[in-house]
């Protein structure tokens, strides 16, 4: 075999056994090992994306990627422990680690343990310090592409995140998978160990305990006083100390600690109401004042009993319940 014969073998070598990656990425200066994945990367900063699943929507630059996909919904590759279905055998590979707990790739400076390569390699940076992604419509540097891709939206505005139910949209998928729990679902997996009422999101409940257990962890640098919430801290500090901003309403001169605050109070001077029942004509200034009045129409109950689960609407509901519920337990001591 001649020498012209072996140039490409290698070129196909020095990419593939030594890392070598000619093709970059002008947005991002993501490198690229061979120049049709650099074409299918650039799809991702467009936001093109031209394959369709049938089932749940779900949108793909590559048919490829549509094809990997689809194994979800066909059970292809699926876990025989918890029953998830993956894209590839090599997922599901993955996937198993963890259940049985390896964690092949070790980190050489911390000794931290990670089921996948790409983890590693992400985590190694926080030791270097190696920022390799770069926006160029900036001087910020990221240490993962997908950060960089979330920052550039920033820039360009693009929110290719479509909530199906509502029709906003959001930069970044995690954001709206956040959106579709808080908003549209009514499931609300934390409850209250005191009265039973149920909260979307644990922070929520942690605050709410407070009101129970007398507990204040904000603590004021200026006095003795304590508080059960930050917020009770910030207009503390901007009443009693004179530090932070007011925000003033321009109409009536009102004071706000928060900006939203402020914007909600102006509406009610401008008779502005943006938020709209679905179920009826009503609109309302704020989204929380929405959300209160959408229970006259749903059946969505916030308490439940701490005992047997039962759910009520009112807290008044599940205290009498909770009573007679502990009587057929044989807990009533716990109210006498």
């Given at each position: 075999?001649?020498?012209?014969?072996?140039?490409?073998?290698?070129?196909?070598?020095?990419?593939?056994?030594?890392?070598?990656?000619?093709?970059?990425?002008?947005?991002?200066?993501?490198?690229?090992?061979w120049k049709c994945h650099l074409n299918r990367h650039k799809l991702s900063?467009?936001?093109?994306?031209?394959?369709?699943?049938?089932?749940?929507?779900?949108?793909?630059?590559?048919q490829t990627g549509l094809c990997r996909h689809m194994n979800i919904h066909r059970g292809k590759h699926k876990c025989t422990e918890c029953g998830k279905c993956c894209q590839s055998n090599s997922d599901l590979a993955v996937h198993m680690r963890s259940h049985s707990g390896e964690k092949p790739f070790e980190c050489t400076v911390c000794n931290k343990q990670f089921t996948q390569l790409g983890n590693l390699v992400s985590h190694s940076r926080i030791h270097s310090g190696e920022k390799p992604y770069k926006c160029h419509m900036?001087?910020?540097?990221?240490?993962?592409s997908r950060h960089l891709d979330n920052h550039v939206r920033v820039h360009t505005g693009e929110k290719p995140y479509k909530c199906?139910?509502?029709?906003?949209?959001f930069s970044?998928?995690?954001?709206?998978?956040?959106?579709?729990?808080l908003v549209h679902s009514n499931i609300r997996p934390y409850d209250c160990p005191y009265c039973g009422k149920l909260f979307k999101r644990n922070s929520h409940l942690k605050c709410h305990v407070r009101t129970h257990t007398g507990a204040k962890?904000?603590?004021?640098?200026?006095?003795?006083?304590?508080?059960?919430?930050?917020?009770?801290?910030?207009?503390?500090?901007?009443?009693s100390h004179n530090e932070g901003t007011w925000f003033t309403c321009h109409i009536c001169q009102k004071k706000f600690s928060l900006s939203r605050d402020l914007k909600i109070h102006i509406r009610r001077h401008e008779g502005v109401k943006p938020y709209v029942c679905c179920?009826?004509?009503?609109?309302?200034?704020s989204s929380s004042e929405l959300k209160q009045h959408q229970k006259v129409h749903s059946d969505v109950r916030d308490f439940a009993c701490g005992f047997c689960a039962t759910p009520f609407k009112?807290?008044?509901?599940?205290?009498?319940?909770?009573?007679?519920?502990?009587?057929?337990?044989?807990?009533?001591?716990?109210?006498?």
């Open positions: 075999m001649n020498k012209a014969d072996d140039k490409p073998r290698l070129i196909d070598h020095k990419r593939t056994q030594h890392g070598e990656k000619k093709f970059v990425c002008e947005v991002c200066d993501k490198r690229f090992t900063h467009t936001g093109e994306n031209v394959y369709t699943c049938g089932q749940c929507e779900k949108w793909f630059s590559t900036c001087d910020k540097a990221f240490n993962e199906s139910l509502c029709n906003k949209s970044r998928s995690d954001n709206l998978q956040t959106h579709k729990r962890p904000y603590s004021c640098r200026h006095c003795s006083e304590r508080f059960t919430s930050g917020y009770q801290l910030k207009v503390h500090l901007l009443e179920e009826c004509p009503k609109r309302f200034c009112h807290k008044y509901s599940v205290l009498i319940h909770v009573k007679t519920c502990a009587y057929k337990i044989d807990l009533a001591d716990l109210f006498t």
